[in-house]
Nanobody, 114 residues
Framework: QVKVVESGGGLVQPGGSLRLSCTFS????????MAWYRQAPGKQRELVAS???????NYADYVKGRFTISRDNAKNTAYLEMNRLEPEDTAVYYC????????WGQGTRVTVSS
């Protein structure tokens, strides 16, 4: 059974950085589009960034220039490097793997606060 596991969340001060990791246990990881979503309290889940099998990336406007998504197919892992974090980035961050079927992780909480 395939599994998506996020890690790397935590408490960080405004202006700080965090690196989230997403490990997906599929034997054909390289075929999946990997994406990060987030859900803030009282809000709907929204797309943060995605990366295709050919490493084409897409970002939500509010994270462009601050966040970077990447993937390492040899490690079955996708990453989200988050810099210049703002209180508005506080949310639970979810990893999604999509190729015909979508798989979701349980999420990792990011809190940006002084």
């Amino acid at each position: 059974q395939v599994k998506v596991v996020e890690s790397g969340g935590g408490l960080v001060q405004p202006g700080g950085s965090l690196r989230l990791s997403c490990t997906f246990s599929s034997s054909v990881f390289s075929l999946y589009i990997m994406a990060w979503y987030r859900q803030a309290p009282g809000k709907q889940r929204e797309l943060v960034a995605s990366i295709t099998t050919t490493r084409f990336t897409n970002y939500a406007d509010y994270v462009k220039g601050r966040f970077t998504i990447s993937r390492d197919n040899a490690k079955n892992t996708a990453y989200l490097e988050m810099n210049r974090l703002e209180p508005e980035d506080t949310a639970v961050y979810y990893c999604n793997a999509h190729y015909v079927t979508s798989y979701w992780g349980q999420g990792t909480r990011v809190t940006v606060s002084s």
